[in-house]
């Protein structure tokens, strides 16, 4: 029997209302001895505790199946002061409860298949999204939108293996003489579809960890004023003297909804300062990573900065007030700027899929080798047998994204379609 575990689900602190979530196989019996009687859904009770009443609650009970880890789950909604959530916590640890480990309600679902790997991560992505898109995406992935891609693409190269498997140990029976047609057409279809997700995969990526944009150009063009702007604060030093900026400085903001790291960097120029060598070399590779660069230029001539814009990278005069310039002191074009960037970036989140983390991107990769290995030894008759291991291999790439394959799939397939289980 395990154990029955309990732990604030709500945030530490005062609030008016905390929630005490309760889990396991005990849970109506310890949430009994501190209610009296459980409601069959939901009511109103007093808790107690040695004849002390601790707090009146509402208490809402979930059977085993119906609740979040798929067990019997009791959740005490109660007042939320530090005295009331320690004491009801010491009752339910006396009563025979166990403090829960970091994580481990969401463990318990995934055990008992209430979410999948991919699920968990969404929702793990979803407590720690700070912006619309992020929330968006992490949704998404929680909601199952990347379970459901790879349940198809299974389903597609289960069928494929089946029919190759059949024609290889069921020869004599009714089977179609030549199945390459359709295994050639579930094989080409997944791998399509494969390809389409790991491109979007990179940009889905930068939506979850945030996307960066470099503010580059010589030293006193206005950077860190620029950067000041932008973060509504005095985020980096300013000042007449040139060389001031000597590291990166990162902040950290949300533009419309998009999560978006901007960089100040130091002043590129020739200079015989070790330390600031060191910073514009830093710089540079920061600026060439950072999926927009904002050049800030006294001619809008870049030229000698040692970086070379791309397609949609912004090159505007810096401490300016007419067009074609930027003045993080008056905020003159810094509308302009901010829209260039969000209509870039929302073109890119466009390209998005299900995908969102490098895992989930490698076990593609694998599975993508694996099947492009099955292509290459389709037009050999005599090795199915290694085309069908090749699939196999490809689905326990996919098992990894989801954690879940077998090979009952694969014979149940075979049976039910062929009607071999005579």
């Not at 004491?87 to 679902?109: I, K, N, Q, W, Y």
């Not at 010589?218 to 300013?238: C, D, E, F, V, Y």
């Not at 300016?320 to 810094?334: H, I, M, N, P």
């Not at 014979?411 to 289980?421: H, K, M, P, R, V």
Request: aromatic fraction near 4%.
């Amino acid at each position: 029997m395990s154990d029955t575990i309990f732990a604030l689900a709500s945030a530490r602190g005062k609030a008016g209302v905390s929630v005490i979530r309760l889990s396991g196989e005990q849970a109506f019996d310890i949430a009994a001895k501190l209610c009296g009687d459980v409601p069959k859904d939901r009511g109103l009770r007093f808790l107690r505790a040695d004849g002390v009443v601790l707090d009146q609650a509402l208490v809402l009970t979930f059977v085993q199946g119906a609740s979040f880890t798929g067990e019997q789950v009791v959740e005490f909604q109660c007042h939320g002061s530090p005295a009331v959530i320690a004491s009801v916590c010491e009752a339910l640890s006396v009563a025979g409860g166990r403090l829960a480990d970091p994580g481990e309600f969401t463990r318990r679902a995934l055990e008992n298949e209430r979410l999948d790997l991919s699920q968990v991560e969404g929702l793990s992505d979803l407590i720690e999204a700070e912006t619309e898109a992020q929330r968006k995406q992490a949704f998404a992935l929680m909601d199952g939108g990347l379970t459901q891609k790879v349940e198809r693409w299974r389903t597609d190269l289960i069928r494929a293996a089946a029919l190759i498997e059949a024609t290889i140990d069921f020869a004599d029976e009714d089977v179609p003489v030549d199945v390459s047609p359709e295994v050639s057409a579930l094989i080409i279809g997944v791998s399509e579809d494969l390809s389409q997700e790991i491109r979007g995969s990179f940009v889905a990526e930068r939506v979850r960890d945030g996307f960066e944009v470099a503010i580059i150009g010589p030293p006193n063009i206005g950077k860190s004023t620029l950067l000041n702007a932008l973060a509504g604060r005095q985020a980096a030093i300013t000042s007449e003297i040139a060389g001031t900026t000597r590291d990166v400085i990162e902040v950290r903001m949300d533009l419309e909804g998009i999560p978006v790291t901007v960089l100040d960097t130091a002043g590129l120029r020739e200079t015989d300062d070790t330390i600031e060598a060191l910073g514009i070399d830093l710089a540079r590779k920061r600026a060439e990573a950072a999926d927009i660069r904002v050049f800030l230029t006294v001619d809008e001539n870049t030229g000698g900065f040692g970086v070379f814009p791309q397609d949609t990278d912004l090159i505007l005069k810096g401490k300016a007030d007419e067009g074609g310039g930027v003045s993080g002191k008056t905020g003159a074009g810094l509308d302009q700027m901010i829209g260039h960037i969000t209509q870039i970036l929302s073109t890119r989140i466009a390209l998005t899929q299900s995908a969102v983390r490098l895992r989930h991107r490698t076990a593609m990769e694998d599975a993508m080798g694996y099947i492009t290995a099955a292509v290459a030894l389709m037009d050999d008759e005599d090795d199915g047998a290694l085309v069908a291991m090749e699939l196999n291999t490809a689905l326990h790439a996919m098992n990894s994204i989801i954690g879940r394959v077998g090979v009952e799939d694969l014979l149940d397939e075979i049976f039910a379609s062929f009607c071999l289980g005579k």
